[in-house]
């Protein structure tokens, strides 16, 4: 082994090492999120009609899950350990990618940057899907741009044929990356031209893997039939853009969500770009317009477009979405910071006296300089406990819906605007996040425990956020429950006892309980004094941020939205 494929090798290493470190002792000790839950059951019992997981399906991240658990024999910890071995690949595949844009320097600034970018740090260590966007972008960025480095010489087969096979995989774990890759890929084909044959296989292999993992997908999801019904009633993607009907109020509210949590997915990366632009204006602008035409960069800047327009126009939900786009910005970014070391050592040498000052060594002492620089906004960034990352900002409903349906306008839960922004901005980027939520979780969990929450025949009606009550709890019978924020006097309702789930849609929904019903619903969700007028509620000793009530009525009626629930 030559010299510098040892080095390369170690660096490798020293960088999946570094990922472990920065991941392993920040990981989260309960289910994040209510998909969380999804995969979890999904992991033993895969029904889409129980939304264990939610459509469509994300087979690949069962798969991998359920692999885990094998290992782990714990649920949250199986898919924890997915995210962060998928974290070690992103990171690799980021800092190759790198260096078949620009070099090995760029390639080093490109790792580090990525590494401690806050978005991709949180979801390295919590049980979410997201960390798969990181994960398969900076695998076809990789791929892509290894094809298109040798620009006069004929594409490899196997670099080809791989790509195409990753491209299904992507799909496999998050179908919509079919979609999103679409360009970037008709964009390659177009500029390395493969053979007729080269391109044949190609669409054969991806062709091959994409009916495996399809055929899993239906197997699991009881039949093509079955598969194809629940496709049909999947509507959540059209509740925003205006293209489906919806008002210009809601598409405003998605294009701001997306403008407000793009830059802060970028970290500290985000303040490097400004300092740049402001030392050097002229410089920056000759670059990009030089850069614009490289055929690299333009596979990059597709890679990110796509997704970003279908976020921005159709569809967003969560800060993790912009997984996908976050890495060629961090290839950008870069790319930015080895050229401001350049025009630094250069204007450094301009005002030495020694004439003999080698540039290599300045440019390297930049580099280090401006690198560290971020990096170290980006651990502060994500490990500090910062102004508005207080608990009882995360703790509330709003926050977790992460201000959907033109919540961005309602700060209800924070005496200030800057603070609930400033919360909103940390959720998904401070280790506070995964915290509050661990001690939300945990400080529920205990309660509900000491109250008779797992008790055979134990009634519990919960805000949808609590809907871990079927998978901890699988005694008890839960309701949980959502305002539906398109019809705003409907009431989502799923039931679930024994593990198993289902969506309820009757009017009337009766029920017996041994044991004094639990209501998890805080004081300031806007239907709560609806129901505390019907029913005597005596709150459990708990924090002020979270609120569960003993229902004092051993039988009653109860009108909700559009429910009747009866209690006999």
Not at 445 to 451: E, K, Q, V
Request: charged content about 15%; glycine content about 4%; aromatic content about 14%.
């Amino acid at each position: 082994m030559t010299r510098e494929k040892k080095l390369l090798s170690l660096t490798g290493i020293a960088l999946a090492i570094a990922t472990l470190a920065t991941r392993l002792p920040f990981r989260a000790k309960t289910f994040f999120e209510f998909d969380s839950i999804n995969f979890a059951v999904a992991t033993f019992r895969f029904d889409l009609g129980q939304v264990t997981p939610q459509m469509p399906g994300y087979i690949l991240h069962v798969l991998f899950g359920r692999l885990l658990y094998l290992i782990t024999g714990d649920f949250n910890q199986a898919y924890l350990w997915v995210s962060v071995l998928l974290s070690i690949g992103a990171v690799l595949f980021l800092w190759r990618s790198a260096a078949a844009l620009r070099g090995e320097r760029v390639a080093i600034i490109a790792a580090l940057l990525w590494l401690t970018t806050p978005l991709f740090w949180f979801h390295g260590a919590v049980n979410a899907i997201y960390v798969e966007e990181a994960f398969f972008t900076g695998l076809l960025l990789f791929l892509g741009l290894a094809l298109i480095k040798n620009d006069n010489q004929k594409p490899k087969s196997s670099l080809f044929i791989f790509y195409f096979i990753s491209l299904s995989l992507a799909g496999a774990a998050r179908p919509t990356s079919l979609l999103f890759f679409l360009p970037a890929t008709f964009y390659l084909l177009w500029k390395r031209r493969p053979s007729r044959e080269l391109l044949l296989a190609s669409v054969f292999c991806f062709l091959i893997v994409t009916g495996i993992w399809v055929m899993e997908l239906l197997q699991e999801a009881g039949g093509l039939s079955a598969y194809w019904s629940y496709l049909l009633s999947e509507n959540n993607f059209k509740t925003q853009s205006i293209l489906f009907g919806n008002s210009w109020q809601s598409q405003i509210d998605t294009i701001e969500k997306v403008a407000f949590y793009l830059p802060l997915s970028l970290g500290a990366s985000c303040l490097a770009i400004v300092a740049i632009i402001l030392r050097f204006p002229r410089h920056i602008i000759s670059f990009i317009r030089s850069y614009v035409r490289n055929t690299k960069a333009q596979f990059v800047a597709l890679v990110a477009i796509a997704p970003l327009l279908f976020y921005a126009l159709i569809f967003f939900m969560k800060a993790g979405y912009l997984l996908n786009v976050v890495p060629s910005a961090i290839l950008v970014v870069a790319v930015l910071l080895d050229q401001s070391a350049i025009w630094m050592a250069e204007k450094q040498k301009g005002r030495s006296k020694n004439n003999n000052a080698l540039t290599r060594p300045l440019i390297t002492r930049n580099s280090i300089i401006l690198t560290s620089g971020v990096v170290l906004l980006n651990a502060f960034w994500f490990l500090l406990p910062l102004p508005g990352a207080e608990q009882k900002l995360y703790d509330n409903e709003d926050t977790r819906n992460s201000f959907i349906h033109g919540a961005m306008h309602r700060y209800e839960h924070s005496e200030s605007r800057m603070l609930t922004l400033a919360n909103r901005a940390l959720e998904y980027t401070n280790i506070s996040g995964i915290r509050a939520v661990d001690s939300l979780n945990s400080t529920t969990l205990d309660a509900l425990l000491a109250h008779g929450g797992n008790d055979s025949g134990q009634v519990i009606l919960a805000s949808w956020w609590y809907r871990w009550c079927y998978l901890l709890l699988p005694h008890s019978i839960t309701y949980d429950l959502e305002l539906n924020p398109i019809h705003p006097d409907s009431l989502w309702v799923g039931r679930a006892h024994e593990m198993n789930r289902v969506n309820v849609y009757d009017p009337i929904i009766r029920f017996h309980s041994r044991t004094p019903v639990l209501l998890l619903l805080r004081h300031d969700r806007p239907d709560f004094e609806i129901v505390s007028r019907q029913i005597r509620l005596e709150r459990l000793p708990m924090p002020e941020y979270l609120d569960i009530y003993k229902v004092l009525d051993s039988t009653f009626t109860l009108k909700w939205g559009n429910r009747t629930f009866i209690c006999q």
